[in-house]
């Protein structure tokens, strides 16, 4: 089973600056004071453009090695044109309720069924248009009250297009008349077959699952994903969010599987063939997108909170990790009940996890559909509680705003996702702690934003002007509708804010709703005009770009800034942009908090009063604007700023800085050694935990090479011994560096640390000492039990490090992932280790070794025709770098001659592949 969407950044830059392009030329010609900026840390970039990703496993993952093409980015040097404009599609029947009676066959991967639909009509007419993707439909028929079904004639297209069912009436119907129609069915569509599901994906329909020769583990599955027109590929109807209907579904399958839909379980009946039925009811009217199926085998861990039951379907086999993953749930549900004023929505909530999910998870009504891989136990869960605690809370989220409240259309699915995303922001405020929110959440949306703003995606939050309603629900504009809702939040003032948003929930819940709506909903609460506020941050596209000046006059007591927009309009881009920007900014000054106003000009020039000349300025206080940032400072100044400003992203920027000057060529050693000493400052401080991390990453980086130093070996050893895990783990790994075999006896006796982090990271470091002891501990260390072979990955990975040749017979055995292998778990879905096992073949030179193992698996998933598998075993012929793997490339061509995204991975790992041989 792959696993590859547990990656974390290890080390995330500040705000402004993105992890994801440092590595690549700005498609855009940067202002000329910009580009000098830019150049000046270009040292300190080098290495951070090497930014990685970690598993919760501790594998190490380069970005451009796992994805070695970009599907996304757009050339900026030549003009865009405009996307057509979408309309909301014209309705011409109102689906009133939805039965579905299915039963599935997994070897042909189909469902099979009828579906009951009760609609009426919004104009007299003699036929009707429904949607159905890819099926073949056996029957249609009016279903009799009194008499018999009316079988009618009917015309299918086939395909995927918006009414491509034709549905002769009886006769002609009038305007409101209501009648019933019958379908029977099967579905066709084979998401498996999709090369746009690499790594896990939504798929269209349903994603059937079963064991294969390469993941022999994979559990017998089956599930959906309706957003944006998903469900047409499963069932007939009308495929549109603006329409509203009741659902219930009926489903049987083999014993012991388990059907789980939305709303109530009516009924549930064992059958004499070894089969079970499941009569799931919704009655709560909802749009097509939000109906949602999952089969499987599932326990159910039910909590409560006021009365609501809440439900979380996990694996038999992981009960105790469901339970310590889904804790706060209750807490969730009371949080976003009271922030909103309005309880949550139904009478119960359900949590489906399930494999090969993309990141995160997908909200329907009264329930969500989310990956396996937020399930830990609980030293795991621990670590990263901030990363899945966070998908939990969007779509627990998206129970309010995307259901209660509907987008009318998806034009405006910011009013959903972005609005998930921040919502969880404020949770992570209140549960974790307001820097928290800052350093993880709004870093993320922020660098993550800029990022694909430099790679060419540049759209406003809301448009008409789309090719694909997924672009609007998926891409990266519900990112900056987040960032903007923290802008207006901040422009509003907390007390404001929650009455708005309070006010819109109320006045809107259980009906479509638009962004016009949301802002009629602030200007009814405050009385402020925020007409300028949509029109620069939604519905154009473009950030600010400044530059900060400072100026202190002695003789007058005052300090100018002097702030210019260097930003300039696309002239390459269609959609509408922001010339200049105007809003409320606050600076900070020595301790003090000013607000500013910024008016939409090229240059505005602020005064304040100080007595002596400030120590401490700093523009934008928590990085509130999105925006990009050019203020020069000296060393002298960002020290004292990382040491005592109240803002922790500017703290944070700060170190970032301060390495840049430490890179320069210029700087003496006095400075260099002043740096050091600042950043030591920090780690052995008592600010959070995530800057004190940063700072640590900083030093580590900065001084590699180096011989460490007693200061510094010291820090680190009361480091290890008094934090908590992530700074421990940081810590072990810096203390590895020195390679210094003194340390082994330390290293081992972290292999019985609770978290497997920690774990991983005392591994790699006993691996580099090269100490005797080593090879024995590493090789021990495999049966230490651990959530999903944790403990075979480290010992893979300190193998790796420590170069010993007897190394090689464990990575083999991991790499033939053999039910005979007797030493680490097999009952668990694991892929993870493979990858290591071949990472470290190639360390010991012995990755000829283990290419026929992978190549004989690759020659199975093309007979099994699994994308996902195919690719897998592709990207480990690529890490054992073997030229016998150049061979596959003629067969993959083959294989996808027909589809343009899988050939575009095919030539990205070809070429990672020779240039590896080189």
Known sequence: MVILARFVLNLSPPIGISCRTLSQNPPFTMPNQLQKHKSASAKFNTWLSRFFLVTKFGMVFYAAFLFPFNLRAQSADSIRPLPPVQWMRTQTVDIHHIALDLRFDFAKKQALGEAEITLSLLAPTTQITLDAGFMTIQSVAIKGCTEKDTPVNFTYEGGDKNDNLLIPLDRKYDACEKLTLRIAYHTNYHNDSDPNNLWGSYGKGLRFFSPTSTEPRKRRQIWSMGEPYGNRYWFPGWDAPGDFRTTELRATVEQPLTVISNGKLVSKKNNPDATTTFHWKMDTPHANHQTSIVVGEYLDFQQTWNGIELHNFGYPDEQAATRASVERLPDMVRFFSEITGNQYPYPTYNQIFVQDFPWGGGHNIGSSTISENMI?????????????????????????????????????????????????????????????????????????????????????????????????????????????????????????????????????????????????????????????????????TGHPVFEVLKNYDKKNHQLTLTVNQLQKPDPKNPYPQVEFFQGKIEVEIDGRIEQIWLKPTEQNTFAFAADTEPKLVNFDVESTWIKELVFEKTPEELMYLLQYSQDIVARRAALFELAAWYQKEDTPASKKNDIEAALRSVISGNAYWRLRNSALLTLQNLVAGQPLDKVTETLLLDLIKTEKSWLRSAGIT??????????????IQYFNDASDRVVNAAANALGKSKSPKAFRALTKLIDKPSWKNQSLISALNGLRELGDPRGAAL?????????????????????????????????????????????????????????????????????????????????????????????????????QLRNALK
């Open 376 to 540: 830990d136990d609980f030293g795991t869960h621990a670590d990263f509680f901030y990363l899945w605690d966070g998908v939990e809370a969007q779509d627990l989220a998206a129970q309010w705003f995307g259901n209660l409240l509907t987008p009318r259309d998806w034009q405006d699915a910011w009013l959903s996702k972005s609005f998930a995303f921040y919502f969880d922001c404020l949770y992570t405020e209140y549960k974790n702690g307001h820097d928290e929110m800052l350093l993880w959440n709004r870093n993320f949306q922020h660098t993550t934003w800029l990022a694909d703003w430099q790679a060419g995606i540049r759209k406003p939050v809301v448009t008409r002007h789309y090719d694909d309603p997924a672009t609007m629900a998926f891409d990266n504009f519900p990112l900056r509708g987040a960032m903007v809702l923290h802008l207006l939040r901040k422009h509003l003032g907390d007390d404001n804010w929650r009455k708005a948003i309070q006010f819109y929930v109320k006045n809107n819940a259980g009906k479509l709703v638009t962004t016009e709506d949301f802002r009629k909903a602030i200007e009814a609460t405050t009385g402020q005009p925020m007409d300028w506020f949509f029109d620069q941050w939604v519905y154009r």
């Open 734 to 747: 810096f203390l590895g560096m020195a390679k210094d075999p003194k340390h082994a006896d330390l290293f």
């Open 811 to 911: 990575a083999l055995d991991a790499l033939k992932d053999e039910k005979s292998a007797p030493r680490w778990t097999l009952a668990t879905p694991i892929w993870d280790f493979r990858l290591a096992a071949a990472e470290t073949l190639v360390a010991l030179g012995k990755a000829n070794e283990g290419y026929p193992i992978v190549d004989q698996r690759f020659k199975k998933s093309i007979t099994e025709n699994d994308v996902n598998d195919i690719f897998a075993n592709v990207l480990l012929m690529v890490t054992l770098g073997d030229a016998r793997g150049l061979e596959v490339f003629p067969v993959l061509r083959s294989t996808f001659k027909d589809d343009a995204n899988a050939l575009k991975a095919v030539d990205g790992y070809e070429e």
